[in-house]
């Protein structure tokens, strides 16, 4: 079945970069999402990329995409207090069901 | 921008009560609903698809009869816990589907319903 794994912390210190990364198991993904989660919150999306892609940038956000080790990262640049939550990485599957599975969720912490 | 509002964002409920929660989409039609279940310091849990005029679609191990889900209308679904016991304590969110959305900008999340159950 489906598998979406990510390390569970993360801690930076303010204008550092952060990376997070996750591996995923289904091959026939269609969309690999970043979506943040702050506390007491729902899920905000960040960014996604198609399955074909590399890498997407969006302002501070970089997504590189490994499809033969199926492994996905989010790089933010210059890193926030304001950066600080969990950030989830999700697969999106090739049916039309456009169920998402989530990984665990990295906890990132930006130390001023 | 698509809006989805869940109700109640915070519920506390004696053991054995029934607790509805409501996901609505504010500015779009929404044929498809999906619920989501966090446990603390875990990832989502997908509980099932909410498809408007059908029955749900349950992911395995999940309770029909202990979670109902009712989607009567193209901008509403709600998520009944029914005799609700401390174990259903919860994070529950919801997500839903815009018709015609293209690719992967397709879901808008609702902001969560934490669920107490003393």
């Known amino acids: 079945g489906e598998d979406v794994e990510q390390s569970l912390f993360l801690s930076v210190r303010e204008g550092d970069s952060s990376v997070i990364n996750c591996t995923y198991t289904d091959s026939s993904s269609t969309y690999l999402y970043w979506y943040k989660q702050e506390p007491g919150a729902g899920l905000q999306l960040l960014t996604y990329?198609?399955?074909?892609?590399d890498m997407k940038q969006d302002q501070r956000l970089t997504v590189l995409l490994n499809k033969k080790d199926k492994h996905l990262s989010l790089r933010i640049a210059d890193t926030q207090t304001g950066d600080s939550a969990i950030y989830f990485c999700a697969e999106g599957l090739m049916d039309s069901s456009y169920k998402l599975i989530f990984g665990s969720g990295t906890r990132l912490l930006v130390r001023p | 921008g698509a809006v989805v509002s869940q109700h109640p964002s915070r519920v506390i409920c004696k053991s054995g009560t029934s607790v509805k929660i409501e996901c609505r989409s504010l500015?779009?039609?929404?044929?498809?609903m999906f619920w989501y279940r966090q446990f603390p310091k875990k990832s989502l849990m997908l509980m099932a698809t909410?498809?408007?005029?059908?029955?749900?679609?349950?992911e395995q191990g999940v309770e029909k009869d202990k979670f109902l889900i009712n989607h009567a209308s193209l901008t509403l679904s709600t998520l009944t816990v029914t005799s609700a016991h401390p174990e259903d304590s919860s994070f529950y969110i919801c997500s839903a589907r815009r018709p015609g959305g293209s690719g992967a900008n397709v879901l808008t999340f609702g902001a969560g319903s934490r669920l107490t159950v003393l």
């Open positions: 909410s498809n408007e005029g059908s029955k749900a679609t349950y």
């Open positions: 500015d779009f039609q929404a044929t498809t």
């Open positions: 990329i198609f399955s074909n892609m």
